[in-house]
């Protein structure tokens, strides 16, 4: 098997690689109950330079590919209600066009440069792109067999449904015509294939259909091929009138609609086929380090995204060889890059929104903490969340703790005549969202507001860029961080005049400020007025928008500059205590491992007998439970209801303990090439908190936990006979929110 690149004859062989087979299957063992204490045995070694052999790592585009492939299991998993089950599967589309949007583009892009292992596990580029070809493969075959066999009868059975063309009656398949001519037809443009129409160039992830055609048109020539693209403006599935369907939610899909009626755009042409297809083209951005004016070129970036290089071509199963040949030489890919799918080829645009909530997820109430709740009965006994946060620290959890105080303390800040200054950084927000809002009132008020926006980050450079527009036009300064090193940490500093002195309120936290991702994303925020903590914000703050060493700072671990040495540092501590005999523990919690030299540590701090528990939602690196390397480590995963995003470093360090949560996974883009912050809890009943409900809670789920085999394997735990089922975030939702446990 070969990729190609025909016109450009950049061709590579592609060898099976034997030791990674074991990805290739989706299937997933899940008859074990408990973490394994069988250790996979490895050759690693030991390398003079003090690091460890290729064999002791997992590359990070496979582990990336089982996290996705968790996230489908989802979707066949009843432990979800339907509605969720199929949202899952909507969410594991969208995964995978990234995935090869940016992951597969970028090793494509090192292929071009050399075939050569330049990373920590000594894959190839090629033989990482056959690993991607063989599970992704396998993966969306399974994606569409699950919507098939699975969701889409039971959906039928709660009366909603995807209606196919020869399913609908003589009246419903009337409207249809008719909207095709009113609706669908006038937005239209059929391009057809010959010399003077050379191939239209087809925007990123765009539905396309491909038209075989009999017959001349009307300059007598003979057209055989056309291309007609889907506007984006047109609704991928079309909810049929009440009339028509006795009030059900009978659907049909735009492909349908187009499919049935397409020979109407050839008039006096025979149209003997037509299929739908989509590309998938490069959609990372390339900003040099020296640009004068970051959102211009961003602006001009964002056009290029729509077109980059190509890399990877769905089309439908029934579309033929020689239609599908055409469209794989014509964006100059192969056949690994071909996937067929037994269904419309645009799942991340398919309907799951009903509302039918016999159907959906147990609706909660989202608790506002109890320092910031206001006496409504008793208003002059009520204090505003400044005398809160004088009083004592304050820990939110989303999205068990409802996101208002956020909002609540910016828009108190934009109307206290004691408020001179708020500083803000911004990385996912929109111009409707209430931080924004709250920030622009506050820049009208007269208040001196400066919003560090980070306009790359990816998929909302446009909307960020319209929030700096808008915050600009109220009267604020925007700055958008360093050139090089995205601004990731999240980060609010109030300045208030208080008796003839300044004060200082900060939140910091593990998650964006936007208010739809707390509702979804676990995520933890800080409210303090610790003086030395708010002087470490005010810094990190100058050094965002001025010039300077970096800032010297008593509490607060700075990337780049010093979070990556204290994390060293902590494990080398927990490794002295355990070879001094003492009792020696770590638990991290964050989204990814791919750092090589923390890794490495951990490898260390393992055979020193350390016990290291990580609880990684995707990525992982790290080979655990393997004989000799990391007999000490285990990695396990949670995906649930929510999103896992906090980001949780403990270490026991002889019982003098610390905890610190963050903004920063542990990778190497967010430790040496970002803007991140991580701050400790020193509030015993917050430490506490964070410890039982953010960690201990999580060690102990045993329903919706995989645990990470040192094969690179993950397999999920059920309940040994006569255990308790225990599900983290249901447990959560019942002792915060006061809901009964549920799927």
């Known amino acids: 098997m070969a990729y190609s690149n025909n016109k450009n004859n950049e061709n590579f062989e592609v060898i099976d690689n034997k030791n990674h087979n074991e990805a290739k299957t989706l299937k997933t063992e899940s008859n074990k109950t408990k973490e394994s204490n069988h250790l996979t045995q490895i050759a690693w070694q030991r390398l003079d330079d003090g690091s460890y052999s290729p064999s002791s790592y997992i590359n990070r585009d496979l582990s990336l590919l089982e996290f996705n492939k968790r996230v489908l299991a989802q979707a066949a998993s009843p432990l979800h209600p339907l509605l969720e089950r199929l949202f899952f599967l909507i969410i594991f589309s969208s995964n995978m066009d990234e995935f090869f949007e940016i992951r597969v583009?970028?090793?494509?892009?090192?292929?071009?440069?050399?075939?050569?292992?330049?990373?920590?596990?000594?894959?190839?580029?090629?033989?990482?792109?056959?690993?991607?070809?063989?599970?992704?493969?396998?993966?969306?075959?399974?994606?569409y067999r699950i919507l098939n066999e699975d969701l889409l009868p039971e959906l039928a059975k709660a009366d909603i449904r995807y209606l196919k063309r020869d399913e609908l009656n003589s009246d419903q398949s009337a409207w249809m015509q008719r909207y095709f001519t009113e609706q669908v037809s006038p937005v239209l443009t059929p391009i057809s294939i010959d010399p003077s129409h050379p191939f239209p160039r087809l925007v990123n992830k765009s539905l396309n259909f491909i038209a075989s055609l009999e017959g001349k048109d009307a300059f007598g020539r003979d057209i055989n091929l056309a291309i007609v693209p889907a506007p984006r403006s047109l609704p991928r599935v079309i909810r049929l009138p009440d009339e028509l369907t006795d009030g059900k939610e009978h659907h049909v899909m735009l492909s349908a609609v187009i499919h049935e009626h397409i020979g109407e755009l050839f008039p006096g042409m025979n149209v003997t086929g037509c299929h739908q297809f989509r590309l998938t083209r490069n959609a990372d951005l390339d900003l040099a380090d020296d640009v004068d004016d970051l959102a211009k070129a961003l602006e001009g970036e964002l056009e290029n995204r729509r077109f980059g290089d190509k890399v990877r071509l769905e089309v439908t199963t029934d579309c033929p060889t020689e239609i599908s040949d055409y469209l794989l030489n014509e964006f100059e890919l192969h056949d690994n890059q071909l996937y067929r799918v037994n269904g419309p080829v645009n799942l991340t645009r398919l309907l799951f929104d009903f509302n039918i909530p016999a159907l959906r997820y147990q609706p909660f109430t989202h608790v506002i903490p109890k320092a910031f709740r206001r006496d409504m009965d008793k208003p002059e006994k009520s204090t505003s969340m400044f005398a809160a946060?004088?009083?004592?620290?304050?820990?939110?959890?989303?999205?068990?703790?409802?996101?208002?105080?956020?909002?609540?303390?910016?828009?108190?800040?934009?109307?206290?005549?004691?408020?001179?200054?708020?500083?803000?950084?911004?990385?996912?927000?929109?111009?409707?969202?209430?931080?924004?809002?709250?920030?622009?009132?506050?820049?009208?008020?007269?208040?001196?507001?400066?919003?560090?926006?980070?306009?790359?980050?990816?998929?909302?450079?446009?909307?960020?860029?319209?929030?700096?527009?808008?915050?600009?036009?109220?009267?604020?300064?925007?700055?958008?961080?360093?050139?090089?090193?995205?601004?990731?940490?999240?980060l609010m500093l109030i300045v208030r005049r208080e008796e003839d002195r300044i004060r200082r309120y900060v939140h910091l936290g593990t998650g964006n400020y936007h208010a739809g991702n707390a509702k979804a994303y676990t995520d933890y925020g800080l409210f303090t007025a610790d003086p030395d903590i708010s002087e470490d914000v005010h810094k990190i703050f100058q050094q965002l928008t001025g010039m300077g060493k970096p800032a010297n700072l008593k509490k607060l671990l700075h990337a780049p500059f010093t979070l990556h040495d204290a994390l060293m540092s902590f494990i080398d501590d927990e490794i002295a205590h355990a070879k001094a005999g003492k009792r020696a523990h770590i638990i991290v919690k964050v989204n990814a491992l791919t750092e090589r030299r923390l890794i490495d540590k951990l490898y260390d701090a393992s055979q020193a007998g350390v016990k290291i528990e990580l609880i990684l939602r995707s990525i992982c690196c790290l080979r655990p439970q393997v004989q000799g390397l990391s007999e000490n480590i285990t990695v396990r995963s949670i995906l649930g209801r929510f999103l896992e995003h906090t980001r949780i470093y403990y270490c026991y360090n002889d019982g003098d303990e610390r905890l610190y949560c963050g903004s920063a996974d542990w990778m190497d883009r967010n430790l040496f090439h970002r803007v991140e912050v991580a701050f400790p809890i020193e509030d015993k009943r917050l430490f506490k908190q964070i410890y039982q409900d953010g960690l201990q809670n999580y060690l102990q789920d045993n329903v919706k936990a995989w645990v990470l085999e040192g094969t690179g394997r993950w397999y999920q735990t059920q309940p040994s006979e006569g255990e308790t089922a225990h599900i983290a975030q249901d447990y959560l939702l019942k002792t915060i929110n006061r809901v009964g446990e549920s799927g």
């Open 105 to 143: 583009a970028g090793i494509m892009q090192k292929l071009r440069l050399g075939d050569v292992a330049n990373s920590p596990h000594g894959m190839r580029p090629s033989e990482i792109l056959n690993e991607i070809s063989a599970v992704a493969h396998n993966a969306i075959d399974e994606q």
């Open 389 to 490: 946060m004088r009083k004592g620290d304050v820990l939110v959890h989303h999205p068990f703790h409802s996101f208002a105080p956020v909002t609540n303390l910016l828009w108190q800040a934009a109307s206290d005549p004691k408020v001179l200054a708020i500083k803000q950084t911004l990385y996912r927000s929109g111009t409707n969202s209430e931080v924004v809002k709250a920030l622009a009132a506050a820049a009208r008020n007269g208040k001196e507001v400066t919003a560090i926006i980070e306009l790359r980050a990816r998929f909302d450079e446009a909307s960020n860029i319209a929030v700096a527009n808008y915050l600009q036009e109220a009267g604020a300064v925007v700055v958008y961080g360093i050139v090089g090193y995205k601004t990731h940490a999240k």
